[in-house]
């Protein structure tokens, strides 16, 4: 298959998604601008806050779309060819992932911007609410595991490909440095537009260009921010405490709008690159059914692989803990919620071309965010020449790691809001120590990790997230069913997701419980940790449908929540 039609065959689904099967899922649900959104009803200029569609579509496509659709379909396509890959994202993006995201940020809306384990607790009972809190905090800890050990591998590595080529500069410090000065150009954005009114416009002309200047800033600057991996995974772990607590205008919707804009133009220059730059396919189509290992089977192993990009149960999280909180209107939903996950699904194509266009030698050798740094930047040479190579791989490679950050500061934040939420603790003393507790776990973890450990713990990250997706469905399946609305298109996507999910934590539970040596315990430490949270991720799960299907059993309630068109 040539780039060319994959890029437009790929585009007119997504086309053919949005204004068919969205609008299908928008019916079922039922959108009405007259009822006041939680951004007005609670508007306290912190946490609900009332922002413009694009304003928000950008931000919640950079907190959804970080390392998993990048890595997650370089590291699938490396096992099992690109043709499974390329067809589990266009059919789960559709009927699955986009359908999930849509629906938990309406039922979001709905009960008043409450998290989706809020929402099982009054559709399913306390019991089961409790059992997604846990199931939900586990799968975060997994969440800033590993992408804060990609992240942390990018800034000491960078690019193999321009250490090959013998560069001027550091590439990990080149990198490291120009996502560090990302993050202080967002929090500078968001001071001004908060202290001095800066309009959206002008910001926009001013600290969008500053920050693809960033890129070129960090290649002279490449010696600055040298650190050991170990060093730099705790300080993305110090920024994730202070990002979790700081109002959402300081850092988090300006960090998530500039993001957007890098999103915007790695979509761009992939396509470009998918249309005119005459790339071969370097890859195969199919390799094998099974490649080997614990986790090598296509079945189920290529459903978790590639978990954000086809469907992803953190996007569930994003929408009911900070998404929902700033939805101006109900008509703003579809394209906040189905669109950035079409969006999406688009990222995790291009990421699967980038490895795609990769000799086998090459795939063998280099991380998925080099890959994917490598691709961005060949891409980028077709508008600036090939003589800016390196300017164009460090921008691949920021724009990798300035996804992995969007989602890790919202990540913590979430799980903020879910200690908070478990505990009863208010304030900013509150806020302060559940954060704290939630980034314990990853700290313990890393600090005993070492690089490129997130291999050991990106095949349960991604079942924990699809698990959690297909909870998520089920909890929004029981809503619509209680308050006589059909569930069936979230209902059909659960059952497949959750056969695929609870089938391979199973094996990884068994495999990890075999790889465990009492008399190497910290060289046992991935295996041990996987084992604990695999059994653990299991049994709330059952819990939780059990406790699922007992209410849908029960009578409806006699006061409904309100799904009807107005």
Not at 129 to 158: C, E, H, K, P, S
Not at 255 to 277: D, E, H, I, N
Not at 522 to 546: K, R, W
């Amino acid at each position: 298959m040539g780039l060319s039609i994959l890029a437009l065959g790929f585009l007119a689904l997504l086309g053919l998604a949005y204004f068919v099967y969205g609008r299908f899922v928008a019916g079922r649900i039922g959108l009405d601008d007259a009822n006041p959104t939680p951004a007005h009803a609670k508007q306290d200029g912190i946490d609900y806050v009332p922002t413009p569609r694009f304003y928000l579509f950008a931000q919640h496509l950079s907190a959804i779309a970080a390392a998993g659709p990048i890595a997650g379909p370089i590291l699938a396509c490396q096992s099992f060819g690109w043709l499974p890959c390329l067809v589990w994202i266009g059919l789960g993006v559709v009927f699955i992932g986009a359908a999930h995201d849509f629906s938990a940020l309406a039922a979001s809306v709905r009960h008043g911007a409450s998290s989706v384990a809020e929402i099982a607790r009054e559709e399913l009972g306390r019991p089961a609410g409790r059992a997604m809190l846990a199931f939900i905090w586990i799968a975060l800890v997994y969440v800033i595991v590993a992408f804060a050990d990609i992240t942390a591998n990018t800034f000491v590595q960078g690019s193999q490909e321009l250490l090959d080529a013998g560069a001027s500069f550091h590439p990990g410090g080149a990198v490291a440095s120009a996502s560090t000065l990302y993050l202080f150009l967002a929090v500078l954005m968001g001071f001004l537009q908060r202290r001095f009114r800066l309009r959206l416009l002008p910001a926009t002309l001013v600290f969008v260009p500053a920050t693809f200047a960033l890129a070129w800033l960090g290649t002279k600057i490449s010696g600055a921010l040298l650190l050991d991996y170990r060093t730099w995974a705790l300080v993305i772990l110090v920024y994730c405490v202070i990002a979790s607590v700081v109002p959402v205008w300081a850092l988090l919707q300006p960090r998530g709008y500039l993001g957007g804009f890098v999103l915007f133009s790695t979509l761009g220059l992939g396509l470009l690159g998918m249309l005119f730059g005459g790339y071969e396919v370097k890859q195969p189509a199919f390799t094998a059914w099974d490649a080997g290992g614990a986790t090598g089977a296509l079945f189920p192993f290529l459903f978790v692989t590639i978990a954000c990009g086809a469907c992803s149960g953190f996007h569930g999280l994003v929408c009911s803990g900070t998404t929902s909180k700033q939805i101006e209107r109900e008509s703003h939903m579809p394209l906040v919620g189905y669109g950035a996950m079409l969006a999406e699904g688009l990222v995790a194509v291009i990421a699967l071309v980038t490895v795609m266009m990769a000799s086998d030698e090459e795939s063998a050798k280099l991380a998925p965010g080099s890959i994917y740094g490598n691709g961005v930047g060949r891409f980028m040479t077709l508008l600036i020449g090939k003589e800016n190579l390196g300017f164009a791989v460090t921008f691949g490679a920021m724009a990798f790691s300035t996804f992995v950050f969007d989602t890790l500061d919202v990540c913590t934040r979430l799980g903020r809001y879910l200690v908070q939420e478990l505990f009863g603790w208010k304030g900013r003393s509150g806020a302060v120590a559940a954060t704290l507790l939630t980034i314990a776990p990853p700290a313990i973890i890393l600090s005993f990790s070492e690089s490129g450990a997130f291999r050991a713990y990106w095949t349960l990250f991604g079942a924990s997230n699809q698990l959690l997706a297909a909870l998520t469905l089920f909890a929004i399946g029981v809503w619509l069913r209680r308050n006589g609305r059909s569930a069936a298109f979230v209902f059909v996507p659960m059952a497949f997701v959750l056969v695929m999910t609870t089938w391979a934590l199973g094996r990884i539970a068994f495999a990890s419980l075999g790889a465990i040596d009492f008399d190497r315990l910290e060289a046992s430490l991935p295996a041990a940790v996987n084992a604990l949270a695999s059994i653990a991720l299991l049994l709330l799960a059952a819990y939780f449908v059990g406790q699922g299907v007992r209410r849908l059993r029960s009578p409806p309630p006699a006061r409904r929540v309100t799904v009807e068109c107005g």
